[in-house]
């Protein structure tokens, strides 16, 4: 851990090198469903199509999936949803994932990894949701029940989760580097005024739980309303402004607004809110830029000039 230079008795949670992520073909992975769970053995087994980027997910049948971690960082998180979420999906509004069985290393494979129930739904995006208002308070339903929920024991922010949940600066580095990278493609002035606005926000240090990664693709919708969430590999107890980011990725200017009222979210958390929606978003366009992957420049500019807006609305 290293002091932030600027915010007395602060450390900055250290990430370390990137995760190495591994390869794994669907020929190990129906090796270990047919050696640790035979009674699924005659099932097919097919890759999810954007199956995601910390764990490789497959259909296995109908009705269930399989999670294998692609990299050690991310099989922190294994058991952690194993001996939690069994906890929470009985108090949250809609459904969770359900642990059907914790797998073991084998066949090659060396973390432990998961089957789940599959959810079913439409993964949310700007064109599946035809009453933002209504995915607002929906959103809020569920963000408020999991903050209800009783933190005691709980996992702390840590690499199983990318520290979400503790100091927004552990991303202080990663943000600043992108402003450097995209001076001349958004008003970086701006966008620095929102980032420092963010880091200065202080949490009054009630720890609650959070999701961590309440992304759009972790939203199944039917028929524009939540219907699940999926995901849970960043959750943990601490500060939950991390799950605020949705408010600009995902929903309208009105809609946010609501998503705040009925949270009812002072002024810091939101701050913090729109920095974590920020970073990651300057994060994403910076990287988008040097692939030469316009359409994720487009989706990134989208979400960078919707905090800018909150932000320069906000003074």
């Known amino acids: 851990m290293r002091p932030a230079a600027d915010v007395p008795n602060e450390e900055v949670p250290d990430l370390g090198p990137l995760p190495k992520r591994l390869i794994v073909e669907i020929d190990t992975v129906r090796r270990l469903v047919a050696e ?73 494979y060396p973390f432990r990894w998961s089957i789940y129930n599959w959810l079913r739904g439409e993964c949310a995006d700007r064109s599946t949701v035809p009453d933002p208002t209504e995915l607002s308070e929906d959103l809020a339903d569920f963000l408020g029940a999991l903050r209800r929920i009783d933190a005691t024991g709980g996992p702390q922010p840590g690499i199983h989760n990318w520290y979400r949940g503790a100091t927004l600066r552990t991303y202080d580095e990663t943000a600043r ?53 999926i995901d849970f590999g960043t959750c943990g107890v601490g500060d939950p402004s991390c799950d605020l980011a949705i408010a600009w990725t995902l929903l309208t200017p009105s809609s946010r ?45 989208l979400v960078v000039e919707a905090v800018l807006d909150d932000f320069s609305s906000a003074d």
């Open 36 to 108: 640790q769970f035979p009674q699924w053995a005659h099932l097919p087994v097919e890759p999810v199509r954007h199956g995601g980027w910390d764990n490789f997910t497959f259909h296995l049948g109908d009705d269930m999936l399989l999670r294998l971690p692609s990299a050690a960082e991310y099989a922190l998180a294994v058991e952690k949803e194993h001996q939690w979420l069994p906890e929470l999906a009985p108090q949250l509004p809609v459904p969770i994932p359900a642990p059907l069985g914790l797998g073991d290393p084998g066949a090659g």
């Open 257 to 301: 607004r609501l998503l705040r009222d009925r949270l009812g979210i002072d002024d810091p958390t939101w701050a913090r809110g729109r920095g974590w929606a920020l970073w990651k978003a300057l994060s994403q366009m910076a990287g988008a830029l040097d692939d030469h992957d316009l359409p994720a420049v487009a989706e990134a500019r």
């Open 177 to 229: 580097s992108a402003l450097v990278d995209l001076e001349g493609h958004l008003d970086v002035d701006v966008a620095s005024a929102a980032w420092a606005d963010a880091l200065a926000a202080r949490w009054d240090g009630v720890e609650v739980w959070f999701h961590g990664d309440l992304a759009a693709g972790n939203l199944l919708l039917d028929g524009g309303r939540l219907a699940a969430v």
